[in-house]
Each structure stands twice: as C-alpha cells, then as structure tokens.
C-alpha cells in the first residue's frame, strides 16, 4: 500500500519537514534489526481526531525498548505528546500513526551499549491493512511454513523491528499462494498469531485466543475485543488452540489495529461461517469505540487538541 505523504513527522523532538526525515545509510538498526515501533490509529470523532489508547501504545513501545535493552529518550508521557503534536500537524481526521526507535549513526557492530538512539513519529492516511470490507466480506488464511519465534529466539512481547522478518516472510508466502494472510504456528504445533493481527475463534459459544505464551503480541486490540465480548456477555478465554480447532471453528476473526476486526471465510481451503454473529456484533462495536461513539470506552480516545 503505497504511503501519502503529510506536512511533518517528528525527529527528535522537533517536528520536521517530511522530505526532511532522512537518515544516513549506516544506521545502526538498519543493518541488525534493533528497532522498537508502534502502529496506532486516529479515527474522526465528534470532538476532532482522537487516538485509540495512544498512552497503551506508548507504554508497549517502552516495554518492547525495556526488553531489548534500549534506554528510550523521552517518557511515555512525552511519547504521548509527541504523537498528538504529530497528528495535528497534519490536519487530517483520521490517520495511521507509526513512532519508532532505533539505534543512530556512529558505531557499527552488535555491542549498542555505545549507541544513540533516535525517536520518530510519522503519520499518514491508510484504509485497513485485510481490506476496508474485511469485517463483513471475510478473508482467507493459510497456515505458514514458518514457524512463529520462540521466546528464547526473538521475544514475541517485543514489538522489535527485526521480528517482523519472520512476518514478512509468512505474508509473502501467504500472498504468493493466492491468500489474504498467514497464520503462524509456534515451535509446539499451536498457534500463535497471524502476521500482523491476534487471532479469535469461536467454539460451543466461547471466544478463545491464544496468549503472549503461544507467542502471540499481546494485541491492544485483542485486549479491547476481549472487553467488548465481555461486556456483550460472551465467554472468552486466553487459550491455546490447535489447527485442527481452526478448521471446525464455529466462527473466527483476526484484529489488530491495522486490520481491524477481520472476519476469517476459510483457513487453508476449510470454510470457516462469516461472518459469525459474534464477529459481527463485535467488529461493529469496534468501530463505535475507536470513533468515540461507546460512552463505556470514551476514556481509550485520546484527542489530540
Ligand atoms: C505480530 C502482531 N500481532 C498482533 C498485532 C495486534 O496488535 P495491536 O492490536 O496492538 O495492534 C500486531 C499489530 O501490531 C502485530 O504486528
């Protein structure tokens, strides 16, 4: 999906000039995958644009920074205020947010005790990741030949730069052999995520989705689903699950917050019903929150001002 360009992105505490935020060949995380990121989104509300759960997000990119062993320059607090200065620069209602960290130009090799570490917050417009009809149309998954990180390996509660190599390795394969996405096994046979979204399946009533131990990100949106379904009065449970439980779910959805709430039509030619009432009411209610719609989940949109 190509990327639109907007006024500034912030570097370092300053807001720039977007042709401007460049860096130098170089830089230390561009050759050892050594990068902590957030994908956030902002949605039109009636009170301007408001981020869903941006402090969240923020407090995930500091846990992903304290688990690689990146002393972040700016608090959380000062993330925060960075994303909504960056997002008001822009003008736009609704947008994808992208902060990151990465080690800088000036020292070369795997020690980055010496290294700097540079922060970015770029923004943009960006429909969803599964498709903008992806809730009601149903998307079809294949399970990888790639096997999801172990936790010894990359840890998968790190949202690192690096880890997205096996990611991306699952999605081309995935796209290559005609489907939407791939859902990745970890080294026990269970499942873990898809490549970039937490998955869900419904069985005899109960809404089951693998947790951080399967390795599985643990989803800001998985978080806020499992609080919809609850407040509907669903079961859900943090489980694992097997592939054989994907192929006879009653129903199946995969979120994040580029995809969404993503309804699953078939994993690996097995039809799967879509969409499942549950994902129905669920994706929906999903979508009244993030636009600040649902007073019970006013509290997660963050205005900018
Ligand atoms: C691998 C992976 N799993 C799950 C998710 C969903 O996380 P969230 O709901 O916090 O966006 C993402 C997206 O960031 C992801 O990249």
Same mark, same amino acid.
């Given at each position: 999906?190509p ?10 505490g300053e807001?720039?000039?977007?042709d401007?935020a460049?860096?130098?060949?170089l ?5 050892y995958?050594?990068?902590v990121?957030?994908?956030?989104r902002?949605?039109?509300t009636d009170?301007?644009p408001?981020?869903f759960?941006?402090t969240d ?23 925060v205020q960075?994303?909504?200065d ?5 003008g736009?209602?609704s947008?994808?947010?992208r902060?990151?960290a990465?080690y800088g ?11 700097t570490v540079?922060?970015a917050?770029a923004?943009w417009?960006?429909?969803?990741y599964l498709g903008d009809?992806?809730l ?7 399970i990888?030949s ?14 690192t730069t690096?880890?997205y190599?096996?990611?991306?390795l699952?999605?081309?394969? /995935?796209l290559?052999?005609?489907y939407?996405e /791939? ?6 046979g ?5 490549t970039?979204? %937490?998955?869900?399946?419904a069985? %005899? ?7 951080l131990?399967a390795?599985a990100?643990?989803g800001?949106?998985q978080?806020?689903v499992?609080?919809?379904a ?11 699950l ?7 779910a009653?129903?199946?959805f ?6 969404e709430?993503?309804?699953v039509?078939s994993?690996?030619d097995?039809?799967?019903p879509?969409?499942g009432?549950?994902t129905?009411?669920i994706?929906?209610e999903y979508?009244?929150a993030?636009r ?11 205005h900018v001002?």
């Amino acid at each position: 999906m190509p990327i639109t360009p907007t006024e500034k992105i912030w570097f370092n505490g300053e807001l720039i000039p977007w042709d401007e935020a460049r860096i130098h060949i170089l830089t230390h995380s561009l050759h050892y995958g050594m990068g902590v990121f957030e994908g956030i989104r902002a949605y039109e509300t009636d009170d301007g644009p408001g981020v869903f759960r941006l402090t969240d997000h923020m407090r995930r990119m500091q846990q992903s920074a304290q688990i690689l062993g990146m002393d972040l320059p700016y608090s959380v607090e000062e993330l925060v205020q960075a994303v909504k200065d960056t997002v008001r620069s822009t003008g736009l209602g609704s947008c994808y947010i992208r902060p990151i960290a990465y080690y800088g130009y000036g020292e070369m090799g795997l020690n980055t005790l010496p290294c700097t570490v540079d922060v970015a917050v770029a923004c943009w417009p960006w429909g969803a990741y599964l498709g903008d009809d992806a809730l009601t149309k149903g998307v079809r998954m294949k399970i990888s030949s790639w096997a999801r990180h172990d936790h010894n390996i990359m840890p998968p509660a790190a949202k690192t730069t690096g880890n997205y190599v096996n990611s991306s390795l699952a999605k081309v394969e /995935a796209l290559k052999a005609g489907y939407d996405e /791939a859902i990745l096994l970890n080294r026990a046979g269970f499942v873990a995520e898809c490549t970039g979204e %937490n998955i869900f399946v419904a069985r %005899n009533g109960t809404l089951i989705s693998p947790p951080l131990s399967a390795g599985a990100l643990e989803g800001i949106t998985q978080d806020t689903v499992m609080t919809i379904a609850r407040d509907f009065g669903f079961e859900v449970v943090l489980d694992h699950l097997s592939r054989s439980d994907l192929y006879i779910a009653d129903e199946m959805f995969v979120c994040g917050t580029a995809a969404e709430v993503s309804s699953v039509k078939s994993v690996d030619d097995r039809e799967i019903p879509s969409p499942g009432p549950m994902t129905l009411a669920i994706g929906e209610e999903y979508g009244r929150a993030v636009r600040g719609q649902v007073d019970q989940y006013k509290d997660w949109v963050e205005h900018v001002g």
